[in-house]
């Protein structure tokens, strides 16, 4: 989007379903997103949001779930999630050590836009989650402050830049550089299109094990350049979102949360001990009003054997996420004189080998 | 019900719901209950089925959920339930070592009524739990054939033995005799009545522990009797099936499930290292066709603020049920001469302390 | 402790087993509780640190583990303890709007005493635990800071108050006032004295609930008295936490956090939906080293035989940590004349039952 | 093994670690694989064992886990080995029907081994997995027989042969021929050799997703034959087994099991819906007594920062595992003629893409 050359955009296509109209997680009716951004000296870092909706979320929350592949990790929300089934927040990302500061802001926000949470009614259980971007960001400054939450959320929109933007801005993927990517696919139930849209953070893997589309991209990049893969331990760690519009239940969407393995590890990874790897999924098809207005709520459910579709758009789009993270992501010189190369350097090599 | 003599017609009323007509997991239409129970020389064992429902319940499924407190257990079935979140079998409970007949008899059944189950379509999850009757029962002899399934499923009736019947027959609890026991409670949504039951199969805990709504009974005993408490390990365990036609969501029955602890730990539970506590809850207002006639399938969930009441209600019928399970069971003298009393034999002595 | 007059100074004693020197969870050796209480105008909350060793956590880690029985509530730090299994950083617990500004501080304060956290090694995990104080205290009104954090660490002993101090400042629990409440157990295995400790935050139930050692306490004072039981959701929480120095793997600790359900339950709790209960358990006897100096760490485990005894000695910790929060507590008049009654206005008319 | 031509007999090679002696899981020092194969009309199915050890598993049991990727299954004693970390029987495999009549023969066998159980000690936890061959095998005609089983046991050798034989008679895996598969690596620590060895029962998955370390040789197969990919549910499972004689706790068990995941996936799977995807890992390095000889028992684990090159010996051996379990099988033509091919038939054409 925003003119940005994408995966696609090299002639690789994930799996044979169709994109939306922006291939993004934005294609899902009312889901904005936005970015803030730091870039000057050490601080390479920032603040990404998902709005999941055009109303206040709060009162008309979305039926989700989360799923965990791996723990290590300092996201925020994921327990309430888990318990009652429901968003009632804007998901925000930033670096592993703002985490506080975020849910912070977050609070605030929510509260100033519902005067009600706190006297009248209860809590809000706000969601932040975070990568380790301490390789190029100098993570011990705390540079993100209250105010860049709110600056995000000011900048959503339907189309948004991925890469090294917003929480992107200081991650590295597969040892190049990563940030913010998005795809989204249509499918067709009862005669109508349905949206499935995922949106990464991507910070995880080595350089070794970097595929595209099944070509060894990694090791091509390793045997035809002076790049030396990292001998770091791989502390990374990615952050999922998948959005829907297709009605489920709770459960189906733990399902849907758990398939964002599927595309991680496609691309090269192979869930390491640091790479904390979390996967929320939400669909704007059941609202649940926060107030009782009449003792059920009737929802709708996708039938079970109707969900490997769903799960092969989770899985493709996933993948294509992160290769458009990494791909729209310009090199990036951090603290230190760290370095991450950009993928687009090497496009031009790995396509030789297809 | 058939004339045995209740907890609740001892004067002891568990919490401030009113019971169902029958106060049986049963009140919910379409369930019926049935036991074969073995009792000869060293053999004090069963088995005993729950029909959840008057259709076909593998092309009718009903939304499930199971909740394992302590997962020292050999239940069969659980992983699936946790994963779909349906039931599409009866649920057959026996001793710990016949749970590999029980099931393949289940499966045998379920094969039987269901042509196309291995052929046309896929497989079947049969739910089998157990509890270690081997204080008792002599274990080690396989004393269940399959068709003792079969009879179970024969004798199924809405009206139904409690206390050592079925799988019953062998199991001792808090120091006395268990067994099967059953209670259920009426809530009112929407202006209609709905309805929670349970069903318990009762084997854990150690007598000084025993309490009757509140009275320490337990001590009560110890104190008046020459009963002494068994220094065995508490290597019981308690199954809790939980009933309801409220409408409900998987994610829910889940919440449902886990309040099985609550009754449990009000008669003297503590989770004991030995005691396997593993709890169901199923709905029979959202039915799950098996074949897709329709992409969607529609359903309706409870709002999320009327759960305090359906746990109250779980919490009441599950500690009424352990009760029931009790003071319905005769004193039984089992393999070796080992003996269970019956709680009913010190009512009058607790009663005295109220 | 500190003269404070605590439930057994009333004749009440939970369980049979021997309490610590101080009763405390402060008699397994290392650990300190710290309260930082703010108590003017409409504020009415603080902070509350457990240190849980004597040395740099960071460095030298704590086998721990987690247990959510419900999840409605915003603890931060449980997804990395459950993928780990170890404790980094002081638990540190406040009110629901504050884990933001208390994670933050958390982290400046382990930045400050590790320079190298995001560095030259990786991330640090804070655990934050909250409950919802809002009824007595303004929740909307962002009363903790940062500093408050630093004050509970510094305010840190061996001997610390109970009830309405700290994080426990504005809690109610089973309808009375509630807060900060600890208690400990002595066990024998292998002819050495090994301790089980708790404190709680505790903040749930209904008043017509609660129970003193099997005492209806709540319904005599609603007999007894002009209170009445609040019409309130029950949107209270609790958590617990489980410290002791008997060598357990982290499998074995979450079986001991899950036990934290049964003191919850004696009292009167039923897990009522807004009721997120969380506990934590660690031991101080398997440190887990930061830096790798060898390939294995030499650990020891209990015998799984001998936990029953540990899951009575934490059932009766939890149980008596409750009844101390809140009979420590002091009457306390919140926000909107909002007025939660201190337990031990009502002790000497619940002791005649007995 | 046994003269069977293996992937890396055809030049294939996965991962940068080397094999043990036997690349299976039969390099861990005491473990042995039977199988008992049923090849007659319609009858293609069987038994397959894993005997974990030399010693008496039941009185020294092996530190164990199990992670559940998808619950799609009828698995047995999943539940008991979350709870208690310990593996105390034999694991046995075969078709979903089968289950509930291999447990009641593992059982018995158990029983048999030991008399103590069910009458001094407690029970016992079979371990009883599945896959569903029901493309090929009929069935519904319950085949398989207690005796089975103990032939299985009978037939466990260190070397045993792969594909079509045992559980695996009957499999289909990504549209071929599936079965039993198994591969090991080396690893170093403290300077000793240490191992990784994986088994699959594979059953998964779609012909046009198959990858052979990165050719998509499904494509390549679909592209250049006349076979047609099955417009069948991907009703497929996968059962792995990791074994390791590296010391490790359960909990860091739990994360190699979910290892299994990474090998799977760059095979071709997606987690279908339907697929059932349950690894369990142990290891031969801490044996835990049945019977309390001492109140604690001494145990080593892996520093978790070398988890990394265990976690690659996982997803390495897994890949390979499946390669092998497809590879090693024959075509067979089963019921109502279905047929499955070997990959083998299609190796040169797909090794032509390297």
Do not use: W
Not at 139 to 164: C, M, P, T, W
């Amino acid at each position: 989007m925003k003119g940005q050359k994408r995966i696609r955009d090299y002639g690789i296509k994930i799996g044979e379903l169709e994109p939306g109209r922006l291939n993004a997680i934005t294609d899902i009716q009312g889901i904005r997103v936005g970015h803030q951004t730091m870039d000057h000296d050490s601080a390479k870092t920032g603040v990404t949001v998902v709005i999941p909706s055009s109303e206040n979320i709060f009162k008309n929350k979305l039926m989700a779930a989360c799923n965990i592949t791996n723990g290590f990790g300092k996201s925020i929300g994921t327990v309430q999630i888990e318990e009652l089934g429901t968003l009632e927040t804007p998901i925000a990302m930033t670096n592993t050590m703002s985490t506080g500061i975020v849910t912070d802001a977050l609070v605030q926000y929510m509260l100033e836009s519902n005067p009600d949470i706190g006297l009248e009614t209860g809590t809000v259980n706000p969601v932040v989650c975070e990568c380790n971007d301490g390789n190029l960001n100098h993570i011990r400054k705390s540079n993100v402050k209250q105010k860049n939450l709110y600056d995000a959320i000011g900048n959503a929109e339907v189309e948004f830049f991925e890469g090294d933007v917003g929480a992107g801005k200081g991650m590295r993927c597969l040892g190049l550089k990563g940030g913010i990517g998005t795809s989204s696919r249509i499918l067709q139930f009862e005669g109508k299109p349905y949206h499935v849209g995922a949106l990464v953070l991507s910070n995880f893997g080595a350089l070794r094990d970097l595929v595209i589309d099944g070509i060894p991209a990694g090791r091509i990049i390793l045997n035809q350049t002076e790049v030396k893969d990292q001998p770091i331990k791989e502390q990374g760690s990615i952050i999922t979102l998948i959005a829907t519009d297709i009605p489920m239940t709770e459960r189906q969407l733990k399902r849907v949360a758990k398939r964002a393995s599927v595309g991680i590890i496609r691309t090269g990874g192979y869930i390491a001990s640091g790479s904390g790897e979390i996967a929320f999924a939400f669909t704007t098809a059941n609202p649940v009003p926060h107030e009782m207005k009449s003792d059920m709520i009737e929802i709708r459910m996708l039938h079970e054997d109707n969900l490997n579709l769903v799960f092969r758009a989770v899985a493709d789009t996933v993948e294509e996420s992160i290769l458009n993270s990494m791909v729209c992501a310009k090199t990036t010189v951090g603290r230190d004189g760290n370095t991450a190369i950009s993928l687009g350097e090497y496009m031009e090599a790995i396509l030789k080998f297809r």
